[in-house]
């Protein structure tokens, strides 16, 4: 059969071409990624129970979630937190191979099985379900120059105008818009002017109801034998601030009314005031663009890049736009550099080759065989479902130094063939292939059940060796297809039966290889006599061997030891916590003194900052706060002290001297999907029904622990749970004899300082909510509660205070938790 491609080298052509061109078909529809997917896919379930702390958003919200959630097909583990803000938070992990687009789709049957069991502020506000894996692809800011622009005015322009483009992107999981300062009507209603009007936050909240909705009162003249119908139009929901400070809330007699602008300011507002964001020193809006599992991650960020340039002539006067962070820069770089080594391998080879063969058409022979090997790969890669990346990549480079092999085997034997003396080409290469037909099947065999095996290994390191392993594995064996068919008909179409060439004249390659020759030879022989000697004493042979194994042992145990390198992306991340209960005023300022640090250090390219928002815990609170810093390009830094983990190190030392903030910098992770930093992650789990101040404990003294292992450079949690709280206790008896309801109360109470959600109202194509809640200053502490009265049965105004005591206590910011019970990050 063999014997056919030699006599047909047309067929053998043919063949190489059709897997080169399959080959490249591949190459172009392969993603191209840093490293396999191996995070697992995430489904993230969300929600917000305005006004509520984070054991009230815990036991009503995330506690009921995750009792339906858990067991859905497939999945591996689940976390949740809650905070303070109200905000509940559940992500759900599955199982590698997973279709994330299914797990999402289960995950929401559970969650709607759930949602009776929700408050009603929770259900009106809406959950959530998305798939996004846990570590943002790329951040971005939108800033602004230009004062007359506030944070609302950017963040809700980025939102009408920008979001809804990335959110289309393919692959795009999650736009995570930091703050949400969406277009809200704000109603600031006055404690003071609601007590002496006699009006309560429900009167508010069923006017607005009553006169602001949107109707259906139908058509004149439908059915009625008519020339003409004429649709009956209401105005609908209310959209501009004055139609909001006409509401009438009561008639107050004689043809007087009370208005919703007599004991209210009403403005366009944003709907929570919880974060602030700074870019480049100005106020601006971040984002932080999330994908979805096993979506190609250039293609991604790309597009993001295209849509970004595309919208920025429209930007508004002073509004300028960064990215600080995106894995793209760091992957092309990497990428390009193997891609260069692949290059540079390949030169090597093909120059050892023609060093020992010394035959430029022999030379050729090898040459032609590894591109087709090589590029034939990515065919099998896109039908494995692999993609281009520096596994798949690091394979082929060493690929490049097996697969060449078999063609020499085959070149070789064809020479031996001809120097033996035979009358052409094509005969020394039957006579050769009918003897090594069988050892290159052998060669190709044993060479691919070296790698095949480590296919097999699981987790998200055997997903790193299954794709090393088998795109080794198959370049050799296309490598072997080359040694049977194109080789052969190469090695009958171009060699030449041998001739005395021993009085002929020599050129300078000839004498060049003639003084190699002799070299090599005089080294071989020096080679042979030293086994010959080691031949001879065996105690000196068992010796070196017990040696070297000792060395590698020891090795072994000394050198570090990880799953993948750190390396210098350019990119570093801080977070910043303050002492428990600091406002975001405050907070702000130790991110302003951090931001100029980093303005006078010329090694900063660009820097992006949000308070009220922790990076590592994923959790919101005025006292935290995290930075994006990007560094200038490699080509710019090329000194030591430059490097990411030098900058590091002088920014540790730079804000050493911060009073009440704790700076933590440090890397974002190697891998995609696994956290938010370098490292690794640890959860202290509470199996038992302790409080949280005694998991702190518990936790703090492991901590300790750790950081005595010389292993650990930092070890570190944002859970505190001392941060200032007040415990509100009601006097139910007395509120009974004054015939003042508990619902009353909560009612009142969330009115002034939760916040009510009421209704919506349109504007700019979108729709927004309506919120109720008293002025700023009227809630700015404690004591405010002396101001606020509640209506009882009679109608009359009733200070809450009777009723409503509060105590002074401490607890947590935010809550976790771990497959259902309470964790600490």
């Given at each position: 059969?063999?014997?056919?491609?030699?006599?047909?080298?047309?067929?053998?052509?043919?063949?190489?071409?059709?897997?080169?061109?399959?080959?490249?078909?591949?190459?172009?529809?392969?993603?191209?990624?840093?490293?396999?997917?191996?995070?697992?896919?995430?489904?993230?379930?969300?929600?917000?129970?305005?006004?509520?702390?984070?054991?009230?958003?815990?036991?009503?919200?995330?506690?009921?979630?995750?009792?339906?959630?858990?067991?859905?097909?497939?999945?591996?583990?689940?976390?949740?937190?809650?905070?303070?803000?109200?905000?509940?938070?559940?992500?759900v992990y599955f199982e590698l191979g997973v279709n994330p687009d299914i797990a999402a789709v289960n995950v929401q049957n559970r969650v709607s099985r759930a949602t009776s069991k929700l408050p009603q502020a929770v259900i009106q506000t809406g959950v959530t379900t998305l798939k996004s894996q846990t570590s943002a692809l790329m951040f971005m800011s939108l800033y602004s120059k230009n004062k007359e622009y506030d944070e609302v005015y950017i963040q809700n322009y980025a939102k009408i105008n920008l979001v809804p483009k990335l959110q289309r992107i393919k692959g795009v999981g999650q736009v995570n818009v930091f703050g949400a300062k969406d277009y809200s009507m704000r109603i600031w209603i006055d404690p003071e002017k609601m007590a002496s009007y006699n009006v309560a936050p429900k009167d508010i909240q069923a006017a607005l109801l009553e006169q602001n909705v949107e109707a259906a009162p139908g058509k004149f003249g439908e059915n009625a034998?008519?020339?003409?119908?004429?649709?009956?139009?209401?105005?609908?929901?209310?959209?501009?601030?004055?139609?909001?400070?006409?509401?009438?809330?009561?008639?107050?007699?004689?043809?007087?009314?009370?208005?919703?602008?007599?004991?209210?300011?009403?403005?366009?507002?944003?709907?929570?005031?919880?974060?602030?964001?700074?870019?480049?020193?100005?106020?601006?809006?971040?984002?932080?663009?999330?994908?979805?599992?096993?979506?190609?991650?250039?293609?991604?960020?790309?597009?993001?890049?295209?849509?970004?340039?595309?919208?920025?002539?429209?930007?508004?006067?002073?509004?300028?736009?960064?990215?600080?962070?995106?894995?793209?820069?760091?992957?092309?770089?990497?990428?390009?550099?193997?891609?260069?080594?692949?290059?540079?391998?390949?030169?090597?080879?093909?120059?050892?080759?023609?060093?020992?063969?010394?035959?430029?058409?022999?030379?050729?022979?090898?040459?032609?065989?590894?591109?087709?090997?090589?590029?034939?790969?990515?065919?099998?890669?896109?039908?494995?479902?692999?993609?281009?990346?520096?596994?798949?990549?690091?394979?082929?480079?060493?690929?490049?130094?097996?697969?060449?092999?078999?063609?020499?085997?085959?070149?070789?034997?064809?020479?031996?063939?001809?120097?033996?003396?035979?009358?052409?080409?094509?005969?020394?290469?039957?006579?050769?292939?009918?003897?090594?037909?069988?050892?290159?099947?052998?060669?190709?065999?044993?060479?691919?059940?070296?790698?095949?095996?480590?296919?097999?290994?699981?987790?998200?390191?055997?997903?790193?060796?299954?794709?090393?392993?088998?795109?080794?594995?198959?370049?050799?064996?296309?490598?072997?297809?080359?040694?049977?068919?194109?080789?052969?008909?190469?090695?009958?179409?171009?060699?030449?039966?041998?001739?005395?060439?021993?009085?002929?004249?020599?050129?300078?390659?000839?004498?060049?290889?003639?003084?190699?020759?002799?070299?090599?030879?005089?080294?071989?022989?020096?080679?042979?006599?030293?086994?010959?000697?080691?031949?001879?004493?065996?105690?000196?042979?068992?010796?070196?061997?017990?040696?070297?194994?000792?060395?590698?042992?020891?090795?072994?145990?000394?050198?570090?030891?990880?799953?993948?390198?750190?390396?210098?992306?350019?990119?570093?991340?801080?977070?910043?916590?303050?002492?428990?209960?600091?406002?975001?005023?405050?907070?702000?300022?130790?991110?302003?003194?951090?931001?100029?640090?980093?303005?006078?250090?010329?090694?900063?390219?660009?820097?992006?900052?949000?308070?009220?928002?922790?990076?590592?815990?994923q959790v919101n609170g005025g006292s935290y706060a995290f930075t994006v810093i990007k560094l200038k390009p490699w080509s710019e830094r090329k000194e030591a002290n430059q490097s990411v983990n030098a900058v590091v190190g002088e920014l540790f030392g730079r804000t050493a001297h911060f009073k009440d903030a704790r700076a933590l910098f440090f890397t974002p992770p190697s891998v995609q999907g696994f956290g938010s930093a370098d490292g690794f992650e640890l959860k202290i789990q509470d199996k038992g029904d302790d409080s949280w101040q005694e998991v702190s404990r518990v936790s703090n003294e492991f901590l300790g622990a750790l950081m005595q292992r010389p292993e650990i450079q930092y070890a570190m949690t944002n859970f505190n749970p001392s941060f200032p709280q007040y415990e509100m206790d009601i006097n139910v008896e007395r509120a009974k004899d004054a015939g003042v309801s508990m619902t009353d109360i909560f009612n009142t109470m969330q009115g002034y300082y939760g916040g009510l959600y009421t209704t919506d109202f349109n504007k700019f194509g979108k729709q927004y909510r309506v919120m109720i809640q008293a002025k700023p200053e009227s809630r700015a502490d404690a004591s405010s509660i002396n101001t606020i009265y509640v209506r009882n049965a009679s109608g009359q105004q009733v200070a809450i205070s009777q009723f409503v005591n509060l105590k002074r206590i401490y607890g947590p910011e935010a809550v976790a938790r771990f497959n259902m019970l309470k964790a600490v990050n």
């Open positions: 059969m063999l014997k056919m491609f030699i006599e047909r080298p047309v067929l053998s052509t043919v063949i190489s071409i059709l897997i080169t061109i399959l080959g490249v078909l591949g190459l172009m529809s392969l993603p191209v990624e840093q490293y396999p997917e191996i995070a697992p896919p995430t489904v993230q379930v969300n929600a917000t129970y305005t006004g509520a702390n984070a054991e009230t958003v815990l036991n009503s919200v995330v506690i009921p979630l995750e009792e339906e959630i858990n067991g859905v097909e497939g999945m591996t583990y689940m976390t949740s937190s809650a905070a303070n803000d109200g905000s509940a938070k559940i992500s034998q008519g020339v003409y119908e004429y649709v009956i139009k209401y105005k609908g929901r209310l959209s501009q601030i004055e139609d909001y400070e006409n509401i009438i809330i009561k008639a107050t007699g004689n043809g007087n009314f009370l208005y919703l602008k007599d004991v209210a300011t009403v403005e366009l507002g944003g709907f929570n005031y919880g974060t602030k964001n700074i870019a480049m020193g100005q106020q601006g809006v971040a984002l932080g663009i999330f994908q979805t599992s096993g979506s190609n991650a250039q293609d991604i960020i790309s597009e993001v890049m295209a849509i970004i340039e595309e919208s920025k002539p429209d930007f508004p006067p002073g509004v300028d736009y960064i990215i600080p962070y995106n894995t793209k820069t760091f992957l092309d770089a990497s990428i390009d550099k193997v891609i260069m080594t692949l290059i540079e391998a390949f030169l090597l080879v093909f120059l050892v080759v023609y060093l020992f063969l010394q035959d430029f058409k022999s030379t050729l022979i090898p040459a032609i065989a590894v591109p087709v090997a090589i590029i034939g790969t990515f065919f099998f890669l896109q039908i494995f479902g692999f993609s281009i990346n520096m596994l798949t990549l690091f394979a082929m480079i060493l690929a490049i130094g097996i697969v060449v092999d078999d063609t020499i085997v085959v070149v070789e034997a064809v020479h031996a063939k001809l120097d033996e003396g035979a009358k052409s080409a094509k005969e020394a290469t039957l006579s050769a292939m009918s003897e090594i037909t069988g050892a290159i099947i052998s060669i190709t065999l044993v060479m691919a059940a070296v790698f095949i095996p480590v296919s097999f290994l699981s987790g998200p390191s055997g997903v790193f060796y299954q794709q090393f392993a088998i795109t080794l594995a198959v370049a050799i064996l296309i490598s072997a297809i080359n040694a049977l068919t194109l080789s052969p008909a190469l090695c009958a179409l171009l060699l030449k039966p041998h001739k005395d060439s021993i009085h002929a004249k020599k050129n300078l390659k000839d004498r060049f290889f003639i003084a190699f020759n002799t070299n090599f030879d005089r080294m071989n022989n020096k080679y042979v006599q030293s086994l010959r000697f080691l031949g001879r004493k065996k105690i000196i042979s068992v010796a070196g061997l017990l040696v070297f194994t000792a060395i590698t042992i020891f090795l072994f145990q000394t050198t570090p030891s990880g799953f993948i390198p750190n390396e210098d992306r350019g990119i570093i991340m801080a977070d910043l916590t303050l002492p428990p209960g600091t406002t975001l005023e405050k907070t702000q300022k130790a991110v302003k003194e951090l931001d100029s640090i980093l303005a006078s250090m010329d090694i900063v390219e660009a820097r992006m900052n949000v308070v009220g928002f922790s990076l590592l815990n």
